[in-house]
């Protein structure tokens, strides 16, 4: 039975990756290291992990790349590290599904308070007891965050779903760029509008690849809504 909360930490930093863990350690975490892509897979895969802090700049399969083969099956909270500090790095690991970035060099005390305000978010979403929602022929399982439309299922990165959800709980209801950002986020609006637009287009593609409707629809200037 499992008892401690999990973190795994993978970077291909050795000193990093031992740093990130003595802190860990102190907070009582279960601590589980990766150096590479590669192996963090066969840990996920292995493991139950509630939380993950992976490193993007990895020799073979990087950070993003591990990222993506994550969110095609798990939703566990992931902290993106990178020596990179531009916004278009930290918007491209957000669209891909990561719930928070932190640039290096970082302070590891803020690192484990970010990491335990994600699992607190994780399982608080978790444990709410929603129903399901119907817009025209989709439905949004809040329970299980799957969407159908009819029979056929359509996945989402944690982000993208988060936002649906959102729109889907206000049917007809514009809302803004910072409303959305805030809310799903749970951060400070400021400069947000490429992310959430970002996020928009990924939700609208997979939606339209597969029912050929768009279902979110721009009010411009105002925001977007979720229409039948």
Not at 8 to 25: H, M
Request: proline fraction near 3%; glycine fraction near 4%; aromatic fraction near 6%.
């Amino acid at each position: 039975m499992k008892n401690q909360t999990s973190i795994l930490i993978v970077d291909d930093d050795e000193a990093i990756r031992k740093l990130i863990s003595i802190y860990l350690k102190n907070e009582a975490y279960e601590v589980h290291q990766a150096s590479t892509g590669v192996e963090a897979l066969e840990i996920v895969n292995q493991r139950s992990i509630d939380c993950i802090v992976l490193d993007i700049m990895m020799p073979e399969l990087d950070g993003l790349q591990t990222l993506m083969k994550i969110r095609e099956e798990k939703v566990i909270p992931v902290i993106l590290l990178s020596a990179k500090s531009e916004d278009l790095d930290k918007i491209t690991g957000l669209s891909l599904g990561a719930d928070d970035y932190m640039t290096k060099p970082f302070n590891p005390l803020e690192l484990a308070a970010r990491i335990k305000a994600q699992i607190r978010r994780h399982k608080v979403f978790h444990e709410v007891k929603e129903t399901n929602i119907s817009i025209c022929d989709m439905t949004i399982d809040p329970q299980t965050r799957l969407v159908k439309v009819k029979s056929q299922q359509i996945n989402f990165t944690p982000r993208e779903f988060d936002i649906l959800l959102l729109l889907a709980k206000n049917q007809e209801k514009v809302l803004s760029t910072e409303q959305i950002y805030t809310h799903v986020w749970k951060a400070d609006p400021y400069g947000s509008d490429n992310t959430v637009m970002v996020h928009i287009r990924k939700i609208r593609e997979k939606l339209e690849k597969e029912t050929g409707k768009r279902y979110i629809e721009t009010v411009w200037g105002v925001g977007y809504k979720i229409t039948c």
